[in-house]
């Protein structure tokens, strides 16, 4: 296990074999998000996506109480002055499309409150993975906060319009079994077991051929765009490369020989 030192103590970047974890350290405010947090989860996840050794990310809060709960409400005066507002909120979005634009597959490990922020960061990831106890809301409309075209549609492209109007229209908070009925809940467990199950669950998409999980990511992500801004030839250099791979080799001998497969990502 490694821990990687970065721009703020409030954010915890280690490693457990081919497994990132990026961690929101800030438990004592929900781990509410500084511009500094913002820019070391660019940072991070950017690491992650050039280190060929990493297969996949789990994003998660520190403590038991929250995953994020947005901004740092402490920090706005410091952060928002004398035009600070836009450096802000240009950190936030480099912090989401980090996360989004990562080729690797990205986990939310949520427990407790996943609210503002948090929700956009889960939004922006592939799997998400709560506790029982997990609550989720936008709050904008509860204070007059407009929310970007990206966000909302990465919200929507989970759970569709409707479910989309109804979480930001009510900006109320949803228990985890409404988030899993919405879609934007893959799993729902007891907060017991959640850690060892999203250890078990990456360790599994880690073990498979990363040419071909890369691959889906990718192409999933070209279908949600508009179909003149999709790189198709992209999509089919990705699926040409998993025939030309040796890792094909392996998958098929490994079939053959009753064994597990080692894949090496070339």
Known sequence: MTQTKTLTDKMIARTEGNIGYMIFNNPERHNAVSLDMWKACAEIMDGYARDPAIRVVIITGAGEKAFVSGADISKFAEERADGGTERYNEAVEAGYASVYNCPKPTIAMIRGYCVGGGMGLASCCDIRICTENSRF??????????????????????????????????????????????????????????????????????????????????????????????????CEDMVSAC????????????????????????
Do not use: Q
């Open 137 to 234: 809301a936008v709050p904008a409309a509860k204070l007059s906060v407009g929310y970007g075209f990206d966000g909302v549609k990465r919200l929507r492209d989970i759970v569709g319009p409707s479910f989309t109007k109804e979480i930001f229209f009510t900006a109320r908070l949803f228990d985890a079994e409404e988030a899993r009925i919405m879609g934007f809940a893959n799993r729902v467990l007891p907060a017991d077991k959640l850690e060892s199950y999203v250890k078990d669950y990456a360790a599994t998409i880690a073990g498979n051929a990363p040419l071909t999980v890369d691959s889906i990511k990718f192409i999933v992500g070209e279908i949600a765009k508009d179909e003149s801004a999709r790189d198709m030839k992209k």
């Open 243 to 266: 025939f030309a791979s040796t890792d094909y080799e392996e998958g098929r001998t490994a079939f053959m020989e009753k064994r597990k497969p080692v894949f090496t990502g070339r």
